[in-house]
């Protein structure tokens, strides 16, 4: 993988982790996505006035990754609401590249024996932190999973088919941002209301995390393959690892450090992959 592409795409890992540690900070983790997600619409809003319309091919995708998000943004606030973020975010997000590597493999995608080393490294070393928690908390997590791995085939496609993979991930980002926050709106306006004024400042930070952390995602998906591009992604995973024990004070046993150095491995081989 060019050094570029895989500079940046290591920076948009480190934004991913950000924006889910805002969510998982904040005291109401609903309010705290639609915030996030909420800000990223209305950034969307502003930016695509200045930006071509994505070509009509990548419409039918566009249009199936916004019911898709809207579905991965509640069941994150869900898990967020019931698992710690030292347990779901490695069942999340390891489980996430090996299916879209798999899937890709059957739709055509070829890789090299290193690629897929660094992909099946990157999966075992995630996923090993999430070992010696109850299997009761691996549901929706893993659920979560599945939807982050068919949200991610669906928005290669289409930014492939886009014409301008900005304008693309900004069209998502606004159409999948306001069902949860019409929602909200409906249904707990005072309650957002309030929440908005206490945190909006971290619902900004985290909107503009979530945008350029996709943005580059999808920009490396079309010049790299996508299962390449997915893994090292999850590599938000370290990140994750770093803010859950030193911002959230959360508890981190000393395996998952050691998992910690077998993603780095991982990372490693994707760099050298051709």
């Not at 940046?8 to 309010?31: C, E, T």
């Not at 982050?148 to 606004?174: C, K």
């Not at 996709?214 to 790299?224: C, E, G, P």
């Not at 370290?238 to 004070?249: C, E, K, P, V």
């Amino acid at each position: 993988m060019p050094l570029s592409i895989f500079l940046l795409v290591l920076l948009a890992a480190a934004l991913h982790a950000s924006w889910n540690a805002i969510v998982k900070r904040g005291p109401d983790k609903q309010l705290g996505t639609v915030l996030v997600t909420g800000s990223a619409a209305m950034l969307s809003a502003a930016l695509l006035p200045f930006l071509p319309l994505p070509d009509a091919p990548s419409w039918p995708w566009l249009a199936a990754s916004v019911a898709l998000q809207a579905t991965y943004y509640a069941l994150v606030a869900r898990c967020y609401q019931q698992v710690d973020m030292s347990v779901a975010y490695p069942l999340m997000r390891g489980s996430a590249p090996i299916l879209v590597a798999l899937v890709g493999l059957l739709l055509g995608e070829q890789l090299a024996l290193t690629a897929w080393s660094g992909i099946v490294l990157i999966s075992i070393g995630i996923l090993a932190m999430a070992l010696g928690t109850r299997r009761a908390q691996w549901g929706m997590p893993l659920l979560t999973a599945g939807m982050i791995a068919t949200y991610t085939l669906v928005d290669a496609h289409g930014a492939r088919l886009s014409g301008n993979e900005l304008s693309y991930t900004l069209w998502l980002f606004l159409l999948s941002g306001l069902p949860l926050t019409v929602h909200a709106l409906i249904h707990r306006r005072g309650a957002l209301r309030t929440y908005a004024a206490a945190h909006w400042r971290l619902g900004v930070i985290g909107g503009i995390g979530t945008t350029t952390s996709y943005a580059i995602a999808l920009w490396a998906m079309t010049l790299v393959p996508i299962a390449m591009v997915s893994a090292l992604r999850e590599t938000s995973i370290l990140f994750a690892l770093l803010i859950s024990a030193f911002l959230l004070g959360e508890r981190v046993p000393r395996g998952r450090w050691t998992a910690g150095g077998v993603i780095v491995t991982g990372v490693i081989l994707l760099r050298i992959a051709s």
